[in-house]
Antibody
Framework: EVQLVESGGGLVQPGGSLRLSCSAS????????IHWVRQAPGKGLEYVSAISHNGGSTFYADSVKGRFTISRDNSKNTLYLQMSSLRAEDTAVYYCVKTGGITYDYWGQGTLVTVSS | SYELTQPPSVSVSPGQTASITCSGDKLGDKYACWYQQKPGQSPVLVIYQDNKRPSGIPERFSGSNSGNTATLTISGTQAMDEADYYCQTWDSTIVVFGGGTKLTVL
């Protein structure tokens, strides 16, 4: 069974930093690109970042470019999102999402990040 | 930047057919997929590559994509289908979501 378990969310002050993790199991992690998608409270889904299967290519939404860094450790089946210079508008549930071809076939349960003083 | 537009809400009576649209420039030239999200839950893929259903998704869910519009159709809508639905496609290397449609079954 495919499982994606996010952790690392919490309350952080504006301008602060936070690192999210996503632990994967039930599939060959190193074969798949993995994405981060977020959802602000009461709002829609927003693509955040993506990383290729081997970590060689990374992509970011304009809203987070230069502030967030995606990475992965295939030996640990773990995905990371280092977030810095956090803003109130970064407040959201952050989902780790596995790609299956050109779609998202499995989603984690999400971890809530709240940016507030 | 590429944009997908969905109606904010759609209402349907139980047993009837619900259609949710997703509009974007030449969307028919791309693949579209659809996700269902119930309150407090993570999204679930219900249609991919325009009209394919993942295993476990009921046959009443179908999709189409042509011209500038992709459509999610739910035939014989049930109360359990009440949820938010999001369309999604790719613009080069970037994933794009529609704003979401709240489906009410009443």
């Amino acid at each position: 069974e495919v499982q994606l378990v996010e952790s690392g969310g919490g309350l952080v002050q504006p301008g602060g930093s936070l690192r999210l993790s996503c632990s994967a199991s039930g599939f060959t992690f190193s074969n798949y690109a993995i994405h981060w998608v977020r959802q602000a409270p009461g709002k829609g889904l927003e693509y955040v970042s993506a990383i290729s299967h081997n970590g060689g290519s990374t992509f970011y939404a304009d809203s987070v470019k230069g502030r967030f860094t995606i990475s992965r450790d295939n030996s640990k089946n773990t995905l990371y999102l280092q977030m810095s210079s956090l803003r109130a508008e970064d407040t959201a549930v952050y989902y780790c999402v596995k790609t299956g071809g050109i779609t998202y076939d499995y989603w984690g349960q999400g971890t809530l990040v709240t940016v507030s003083s | 930047s590429y944009e997908l537009t969905q109606p904010p809400s759609v209402s349907v009576s139980p047993g009837q057919t619900a259609s949710i649209t997703c509009s974007g420039d030449k969307l028919g030239d791309k693949y579209a997929c659809w996700y269902q999200q119930k309150p407090g839950q993570s999204p679930v893929l219900v249609i991919y590559q325009d009209n394919k259903r993942p295993s476990g998704i009921p046959e009443r869910f179908s999709g189409s994509n042509s011209g500038n519009t992709a459509t999610l159709t739910i035939s014989g809508t049930q109360a359990m289908d009440e949820a938010d639905y999001y369309c999604q496609t790719w613009d080069s290397t970037i994933v794009v979501f529609g704003g979401g449609t709240k489906l009410t079954v009443l």
